[in-house]
């Protein structure tokens, strides 16, 4: 499975950049804001926050980008729409900026585990948005767990998963704070979804430790019969796709113990301004850049395309 945009230079000129705007400037937009920088498919033209003081508001004015203190209002008065918004809130803030932003026809990509739009994980299922134009990735558990969940109920006849992540408190912010009860649930419910497992548990740690803990989690699964060799074949290509957009994902281990299978997962940040331990906000920003960068290039080829006709 190719993830990589494939979009040439004429496509991309007959429109030019997407045009996205990000809310939310805690760690998850500042990270956001680079990985757009970094993008040639996105032209960020907004960085929306609530805290004038914010590091994420001047993280982004070191740019040049535009920011406000407005918030999502900020978002609706614009002069000229967005092709995407990316909501780095919370929860609860998603469902009322969801509501507002329906209307105008943009692509919103939700790092929050709100439930509200269609769960995408790009290795299970591709990284376009076919009902609706609102793209929900779940949670960093979700996007690092459910590649492996995926692979291993359609390998082995799975009857239980439990999924349990470790973040560092230091980078677990008011946002992931705010948003614990919906991550354990909205987790558990996409590990289900795309496994068809119905015995499912979520849990996440918030470790204090120091130094702090690079992001792991950990895949548990009941599979009678399992064999270690046929459960490393499972899940480590499904690795190496996930690797194509997040690098720092790795498999450090795969156990069997009667018929109780344990895959030991661990992700390490690539980015700018993100600690190498920061590895759940690296996945699921990852995939975030991802999905909007097959938006742009989805549009820069309809573009193209009725330009010729």
């Not at 105008?104 to 269609?118: A, E, K, N, W």
């Not at 980078?171 to 496994?195: P, Q």
């Not at 450090?252 to 190498?276: E, I, K």
């Not at 999905?291 to 742009?296: D, K, L, Y």
């Amino acid at each position: 499975m190719s993830l990589a945009p494939d979009v040439t230079d004429a496509e991309v000129g007959v429109l030019g950049p997407a045009t996205v705007a990000v809310v939310g400037t805690g760690a998850i937009g500042q990270d956001l804001i680079s990985k757009i920088h970094r993008s040639p498919l996105l032209d960020c033209r907004l960085v929306a926050g609530r805290n004038p003081d914010s590091a994420g508001l001047r993280h982004a004015e070191r740019f040049g980008y535009p920011v406000t203190a407005a918030g999502i209002d900020a978002v609706l008065a614009a002069e000229t729409g967005f092709d995407v918004v990316f909501d780095a809130t919370n929860a609860a803030s998603h469902l009322r900026h969801w509501s507002l932003l329906e209307p105008l026809g943009t692509l919103v990509v939700d790092l929050t585990p709100s439930r509200v739009g269609q769960m995408v994980v790009p290795t299970v299922t591709g990284v376009e948005a076919t009902t609706g134009r609102n793209v929900n990735l779940i949670s960093c558990g979700g996007q690092a767990s459910i590649p492996v969940a995926h692979a291993l109920a359609a390998r082995f006849p799975v009857s239980y998963i439990e999924v349990v992540s470790t973040v560092a408190s230091d980078v677990a912010g008011r946002g992931t704070r705010l948003n614990l009860d919906e991550y354990v649930a909205t987790t558990r419910h996409a590990v289900t979804t795309f496994s068809g497992v119905p015995d499912v548990k979520a849990i996440l740690n918030i470790s204090p430790a120091v130094p702090p803990a690079t992001f792991r989690t950990a895949v548990h699964a009941r599979i009678p019969g399992a064999d270690v060799e046929a459960v490393r074949a499972a899940v480590e290509p499904v690795a190496e796709q996930v690797r194509s957009f997040a690098p720092g994902y790795a498999v450090t281990a795969c156990t069997v113990v009667d018929d109780r299978v344990t895959v030991a997962l661990q992700v390490t940040a690539h980015s700018d301004v993100l600690p190498r331990y920061a590895g759940n906000l690296d996945i699921i920003n990852s995939a975030a850049i991802l999905v909007a960068e097959q938006h742009a290039a989805r549009r820069g080829r309809a573009a193209r395309t009725e330009a010729l006709r």
